[in-house]
């Protein structure tokens, strides 16, 4: 069964580094989300994408996080200048079609820890 | 505000039946989604209501009551590979919003 995939699945970072987050979502998908985790709470809605735009997005996506399909398999998340709080599990989902009904996709994600 | 509440934690016993219920406030609603979480794994979707009633898949079943603002996961038949985190999540008018969760323990 085709599978969400994330590099790496551990990023350990100083803080105010830049750092890149790699997910290849499944090959038929069309819309492509991240999420964070903070350690043992919920799942947080960050972004969609889909036609090469952002179609959605939270509060907690400002303008230190980017998102970009540079080519036609990857998908990356971007923080520019990492903080402390910015540490947590960061997954990313896709789907065929951009509807309630249609289930997301997870990758396994990638942790990331901010020194 | 937009929130979801589920509870925090269930306990049950292998073999029984377990309801997790949730109730949700949100700016528009497109669906309520149902997903798995084991520990350290990826949320997987378990199921979708987007209309009132029951959906039924295998030992899972969901119910969404709009007029309420009101759905709930039925597991039946539990075994111990249920134990997990389950999260209610709703689409709003722009954005997907998930609830804390609800830790499923399963005694013997």
């Known amino acids: 069964e085709p599978e969400v995939t994330q590099t790496p699945s551990h990023q350990v970072t100083q803080m105010g580094q830049e750092v890149i987050l790699r997910c290849v979502p499944i090959?038929?998908?069309?819309?492509f989300y991240w999420y964070r985790q903070i350690l043992g709470q919920k799942v947080e809605f960050l972004v969609s994408?889909?036609?090469?735009?952002?179609?959605?997005k939270s509060e907690i996506f400002d303008d230190q996080f980017s998102v970009e399909r540079p080519d036609g398999s990857n998908f990356t998340l971007k923080i520019r200048s990492t903080k402390l709080e910015d540490s947590a599990m960061y997954f990313c989902?896709?789907?065929?079609?951009?509807?309630?009904?249609?289930?997301?996709?997870f990758g396994d994600g990638t942790r990331l820890s901010i020194l | 505000g937009q929130s979801l509440e589920q509870p925090s934690e269930v306990t049950a016993v292998e073999g029984a039946i377990v309801q997790i219920n949730c109730t949700y406030q949100t700016s528009g609603f497109y669906g309520l989604s149902w997903y798995q979480q084991h520990d350290g794994g990826a949320p997987t979707f378990l199921s979708y209501n987007g209309l009132d009633g029951l959906e039924e898949t295998g030992r899972f079943s969901s119910f969404l009551s709009r007029s309420d603002s009101y759905g709930y996961l039925l597991l039946q038949e539990l075994q111990m590979k249920d134990s997990a985190s389950y999260f209610c999540?709703?689409?709003?008018?722009?954005?997907?919003?998930f609830g804390k969760g609800t830790r499923l323990h399963i005694l013997p």
């Open positions: 090959s038929n998908h069309l819309y």
């Open positions: 999540a709703v689409r709003g008018d722009d954005k997907i919003i």
């Open positions: 989902a896709s789907s065929g079609f951009d509807q309630s009904n249609q289930p997301q996709h």
């Open positions: 994408f889909y036609n090469n735009e952002i179609s959605e």
